[in-house]
């Protein structure tokens, strides 16, 4: 059926978001080793000087956060069958979930736009670089919302639409994400926004919970195409 | 079942609380091991992981766990207290 | 419970059921297979997911911070002199006990005895607001001591470890007081063991992710 074609499709996006947002980085050279607030003037500028590579990569790594929105919508067609009558949670997933799309997007956007135009004077750089940056690691409100109501909504499910330990790996998910505004109080160390417990760990985590919930998804979407596991579910219900 | 926690739980409560004292009089500085390298430190954290596993397996009730989840809770505090000690010691 | 649980077949393994559970046809709907199953999860199983994920986040940062103090010691156990070792002690101890009482409210529940369990659970919850008072009044001492989370490594770190944990008091309150209104409303065992036992647990996690940065933070560092 087209639907569920359409569905399974949206929760592919989400282990396909970090395949080509990783591979967009490390063509551009944002990883293995991202740069830092201690990174030096020339460093930076430096680094937006191999226009063509840092463009490349960066565009396709825009392309690749942007997978996250059909991944948004398949969970929010799950938690719609999870919550019923009055679907709130389901509504705050799907604007906090667009709202993290977009603090994807802007941030890599930015920086495509630092290497546009390489020749820039250093402290334009350094300043874009800057914002880019603190605006990538920073926002993790919407991120946290969004998890938060995933998680609630699956532990209150009757229906078990998906796994509950899904719910708690939603829980962590949003932990993780609160020592990130620290990144604004430390220039260097595991605390700034190259550090292992902001930069990487959320890296890791979001990673996770883009994954898990692609898979548990295409799960749930192939077991109520089946009529068959239908009903077993029915009875396990 | 008559709602009352088996004397084992009191027991381990009684050892925690024994063994919170013992490590922070040991780490006051006033302890006679003062002189041996590190060797206070040592019996800090092996007293912490102990007290650790501890509530896990009387408190946390995992003892009647599936192996599986105490393995799980068991291999983190093995890795966790060898990797403090050997950050601490060596 | 997974849809994996209920179809399994209860003399197999755990780790071999649901695979092709549809092979064994709808189970009859009768409630998980009782003593079949090798051991009994406290809570659900999920919930040890977020809680062995959770103790292995502090972990991380805990080996990383004694990692960053093998590289200045000194200056690690100089400020590790200015942490007021006789609050860390006592807030562990005023841990350790609000532990004990949960485990006794959690048998007090499950034995039907319900004012017990409710003032054991109170006074958890006491305990709970001793802990968060005492760590005010350290906070409130170091920073009017001068010592903020950019004060260097050393009380970068205490303050990350100790705020983190005190979210973690916060929400664990929570839950606390959520277990306390379903005893109120006196909701029995079977109904409600999950959800008291996965409060538990994460109560006792609680406890013991303070051991942990109570030894190293306050104790070994300034050695």
């Known amino acids: 059926m087209l639907t569920n074609r359409i569905l399974t499709l949206c929760a592919w996006a989400g282990p396909a978001t970090v395949v080509v947002a990783l591979i967009g980085w490390l063509v551009a050279g944002v990883l293995p080793i991202p740069l830092g607030s201690e990174s030096s003037v020339e460093k930076v500028v430096n680094f937006y000087s191999h226009d063509t590579r840092v463009l490349a990569g960066l565009v396709i790594s825009t392309l690749g956060v942007s997978l996250v929105f059909p991944l948004i919508a398949v969970i929010g067609v799950h938690m719609v069958r999870m919550e019923g009558r009055t679907p709130i949670l389901t509504f705050l997933q799907l604007i906090t979930g667009a709202a993290t799309g977009v603090c994807l997007l802007l941030p890599l956007l930015l920086m495509t736009t630092i290497a546009f135009r390489p020749d820039r004077s250093p402290e334009l750089t350094m300043t874009l670089n800057d914002i880019a940056w603190l605006l990538f690691i920073t926002p993790i409100a919407p991120f946290m919302i969004q998890n938060v109501a995933i998680g609630v909504a699956i532990l209150n499910d009757k229906r078990q639409t998906l796994p509950r330990w899904v719910g708690y790996v939603n829980f962590w998910v949003a932990f993780s994400f609160i020592p990130d505004p620290l990144a604004f109080f430390f220039h260097s160390g595991p605390f700034a926004w190259r550090g292992i417990f902001i930069f990487w760990l959320a890296l890791t985590t979001y990673a996770i919970f883009l994954i898990v919930m692609g898979l548990t998804l295409r799960k749930a979407i192939r077991e109520s195409a089946d009529p068959d596991l239908s009903a077993v579910a029915a009875t396990a219900a | ?90 | 419970m997974t849809h994996a649980q209920v179809r399994g077949d209860p003399d197999l393994p755990e780790f071999l059921w649901g695979s092709d559970g549809v092979e064994d046809g709808p189970r009859p709907s009768s409630p998980r297979p009782a003593k079949t199953r090798p051991g009994h999860t406290p809570g659900e199983a999920g919930l040890w997911i977020f809680i062995l994920g959770d103790m292995t986040l502090f972990a991380a940062i805990l080996i990383v911070f004694l990692w960053e103090r093998r590289s200045d010691p000194v200056v690690f156990g100089e400020s590790a002199h200015q942490l007021i070792q006789p609050i860390g002690a006592a807030n562990t101890l005023v841990l350790v006990l609000s532990s004990y009482l949960v485990v006794r409210a959690v048998f007090a529940h499950r034995g039907g005895r319900y004012p017990q369990a409710r003032r054991l659970v109170a006074a958890a919850v006491g305990c709970a607001a001793v802990f968060a008072g005492l760590k005010a009044f350290e906070y409130y001492s170091e920073i009017s001591s001068g010592h903020t989370p950019s004060s260097g490594t050393f009380f970068t770190f205490y303050f990350v470890l100790t705020g983190l944990h005190l979210l973690h008091v916060i929400v664990g309150t929570v839950l606390l007081l959520a277990w306390q209104a379903m005893l109120k409303g006196r909701r029995s065992w079977t109904g409600s063991q999950k959800v008291a036992e996965g409060i538990a647990s994460y109560w006792h996690m609680v406890d013991l992710l303070w051991v942990a940065i109570f030894t190293l933070v306050y104790l070994v560092s300034a050695e």
């Open chain 2, 1 to 90: 079942m008559n709602g009352a926690a088996p004397r084992r739980v009191t027991v381990v409560f009684v050892g925690l609380v024994v063994a919170t004292c013992i490590t922070w009089w040991l780490g006051s500085g006033s302890s006679p091991t003062g002189g041996a390298l590190g060797l206070a430190a040592m019996l800090t954290v092996l007293i912490a992981f102990a007290k650790i596993y501890f509530i896990g397996r009387d408190f946390m009730e995992l003892r009647s766990a599936p192996s599986g989840l105490r393995a799980a809770f068991n291999v983190w505090v093995g890795a966790v207290a060898v990797a403090a000690i050997a950050l601490v010691v060596v």
